[in-house]
């Protein structure tokens, strides 16, 4: 068979930090050889699956099952993320041992009902993550709030897609944002925005990186391409946490992805069956839908309408991602050597998306019938060619490997807190 890569875009591996690959407890709706096969698709050669499986995982004995499971079965590279909450706390140093990539703390509740901590919980968990050097990746939405805001708009039977949006408002984003800045700059811990879907979380986000807080952030595909308008294309599939939200949102964030002030761009890969995306009735629909393989062409039909440069795009797929979680230069980067994590890209093909066809469970998604100007071709990780020719390799199942071992982040210089309180109140302290 013959390999053809002329006229082609060979790019790093898009590292994608914020995956839901179900496995174990939800495995009707992805598990870790679907949803890895469907980064391999999608040119993501590392990825970073979040906790809330079943057992959310908690402690080392959950993790250490969990590691084993992804080595049977991922095409990819992975790394896999930990609670943080109070169900964690007395269990960070064993899961560090265990090799977790970093922590995910829920500060409002989303898919699994993980229990927020409190602020006064998040400090001391900020406290105990700070010197092991981990980041904190946050699901930055103010629970309390949203939660009652939502039943008072269900018992009134509203269903539209603005009242969704207002269950959820953009405030309950930029309060989290904002609180956790604060923690995170008097622990020094180093903390991560998942999830950035309004224009207005910016502001504390940008605040605080002038502050020197170790902050960065992510959007996702959803949130720089969907608008409002698509409850009405789509309905409940478009569902997800935090909303798709108005159309003017999205111009700030690719501004924000250009200018650096958001680091990364990820997916939040959610997937759930139709029937559990279909519901008559839009609150209990379930959250998210699939987006590791559609993330790389969908950011790249862009960088062709000339959105921004392809060296943009590499840096927020592949170079801050590793960069940020400590993997760069092993991964993140073309390299010289036989282990380099690589897509190579149409960059001139012209096709629709087509969620019968996609590689995850989940075959339900926004983005049916979206035209795309560009395709991974063969995607390659630590130099084995996991798909090829727009074909899965299978002997690859069981290849990926955890991260952590080649993980690099050094514990931050302790915080002295009287050193910040004199530089907050300008020495009058
Ligand atoms: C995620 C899920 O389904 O696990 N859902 C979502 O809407 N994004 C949870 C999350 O990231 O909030
Ligand atoms: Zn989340
Ligand atoms: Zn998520």
Redesign the pocket.
Known sequence: ETLDASGMHVLPGAIDV?V?F?DPGYSHKEDFGSGTAAAAFGGVTTVFD?P?TIPTVANAEVLTAKHKLASEKAYVDYGLYAVLGEESLTHIDELVEAGVIGFKC?M?N???RIPSPSTGAMLELFELVAPTGKRISL?A?TNSIMERRESRLRAAGRTEPLAHLASRPAVVAVEAVARAAILAEWTGARIHV??ISSAAELRPLAEAKARGVEITGETCPHYLLLSEKDYEKSGGIV????PVREAPNREPLWNALIDGTIDMVAT?H???TPEEKTRNDIWTV????PGVETQMPLMLTEINRGRATIRDYVRWSAENPAKQFGLYPRKGTLTVGSDADIAIVDMNRRWSIDDAKIQSKSKISPWQGWSCTALPIHTIVRGRFVMKNRVLNEQARGTGRSVHTIQKMPAPAPKNTDATMAAVTGGKG
């Not at 569902?239 to 935090?242: A, F, G, K, M, T």
């Not at 379930?286 to 839908?289: E, K, L, T």
């Open positions: 914020h839901h179900r979040m809330n829920y409002g989303t898919f699994g699901h939405e998942l999830h569902r997800v946490n935090p939040d959610a997937p759930h379930d959250c998210g839908f």
